[in-house]
């Protein structure tokens, strides 16, 4: 992060004219188990990871924001808060800042103008929540700013809340409360009904390895839309507010009234949010083998009830699965249609993993996959004040 640090005090110098007061961080994700069940008022298992957006910032004394992003080439936003807070056609980066500092008015903060210079290094669109990470490290920098009384919670749903009713992706809450809540060496098992969080020690004895498949992830928010929809006709059907309400029991009792495509959507819901409450007792009984088989059902749910991975996907999850056996584990992370797989490895396994990525990822699909070792980090917070 040290880097990150030292790229937007310069650019925030050069472009502002001034040094910053105040560095804040937040991180992207990984999530290890409970996928698209967040949404569904579900149990996700994800873990803060050590790849940040990183911000220098000042308190300004009148009502403007000035930012720079450092990763598009020094552009500059800028806008009133006094005025009407608008979508820019032209400059996405700029919208997860803009809506943020709307939805934190409309909540009712008070707080006047700021000068930000922000850089990053979470991969974007890789499913590793860069959107997040940036929507998390804006609330946290007018927290920090302006001494608000905002809790972690609400910094989560607040960037949650920009993404959806501004940006307009309707994700659901795991990735913006991770990054905000995360904690060193620590996976959390989240709540996403009630938002309580438990603290899982991630196993000492793995390692933590993303695989970028490096395939464009497309059609996310059309098909992501279209699963939440699913899910929702499903509840409906069985009366309840969401899938977290419907035991496995009750599903196989009924779901004859479910056209054959939602019966498949709810199944993958309603037994990953079983294999994630057990995911999180194996971590903590240190069982990795019940551990890597629940990755493993996960993985086959996500392929063929859910139908969120691809081609590109499933040979890395194969990959990854020749090489560590019954060792680890490994399945596909984030909202699918591309992005990373994730893997649990004992340590003495990551070269042969990485070797054998290098010879049969590209071969088979075309394409270079990016590998990176992780280590679990702490949520956003204020690094340095300057
Ligand atoms: C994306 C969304 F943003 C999350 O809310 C979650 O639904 C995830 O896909 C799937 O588990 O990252």
Redesign the pocket.
């Known amino acids: 992060m040290s880097e990150l640090i030292q790229t937007v005090k310069a650019s925030f110098n050069q472009v502002l004219g001034y040094a910053p007061s105040h560095i804040i961080q937040a991180p992207g994700r990984v999530?290890l188990i409970?996928?698209?069940?967040?949404?569904n008022d579900g149990f996700?298992l994800p873990c803060a990871i050590n790849y940040q957006t990183v911000v220098a910032a000042s308190r300004r004394d009148d009502n403007l924001v000035r930012v720079v992003s450092v990763d598009y080439g020094n552009q500059i936003d800028e806008f009133d808060l006094t005025a009407e807070i608008s979508f820019q056609q032209d400059k996405m980066w700029a919208n997860y800042i803009r809506g943020v500092v709307k939805c934190l008015l409309a909540r009712g903060y008070q707080f006047a103008g700021a000068d930000i210079a922000v850089s990053g290094n979470v991969p974007q669109g890789a499913?590793l929540?860069s959107?997040?990470a940036l929507e998390v490290v804006i609330g946290q920098t007018f927290k920090v700013l302006y001494n608000l009384e905002i809790s972690q919670a609400e910094v989560a749903l607040n960037g949650?809340q920009a993404?959806n009713e501004f940006v307009g992706?309707n994700?659901?809450?795991?990735?913006q409360l991770i990054s905000a809540e995360g904690q060193e060496n620590h996976a959390l098992l989240i709540d996403c009904r009630s938002l309580e969080t438990q603290a899982v020690s991630m196993p000492k004895d793995m390692a933590v390895v993303i695989i970028n498949s490096n395939k464009q992830r497309g059609l996310v928010d059309s098909e992501?839309n279209t699963r939440r929809a699913q899910c929702e006709e499903a509840a409906q059907i069985f009366g309840v507010p969401a899938l977290r309400d419907v035991s496995l029991e009750a599903f196989e009792a009924k779901q004859d009234q479910l056209s054959p495509l939602v019966a498949k959507r709810a199944r993958h819901v309603i037994t990953e949010n079983i294999r994630t409450e057990l995911a999180a007792k194996a971590l903590i009984s240190g069982d990795m083998t019940l551990m890597a088989e629940l990755m493993a059902q996960s993985h086959a749910s996500m392929r063929d009830d859910f139908e969120i991975t691809v081609k590109e996907i499933d040979v890395l999850v194969e990959i990854v699965k020749n090489q560590i056996g019954e060792q680890g584990g490994v399945r596909m992370t984030?909202?699918?249609f591309g992005g990373c797989v994730v893997a649990l490895i004992p340590p003495k396994l990551v070269d042969k993993v990485v070797q054998a990525v290098e010879e049969k990822y590209q071969p088979a699909t075309g394409l270079q996959a990016s590998i990176y070792v992780c280590q679990a980090k702490d949520g956003a917070s204020l690094v340095e004040v300057c």
């Open positions: 999530n409970g996928e698209h069940t967040d949404y996700v499913g929540s959107s997040a949650q993404e992706c994700c659901g809450i795991m990735d992501y984030g909202g699918g």
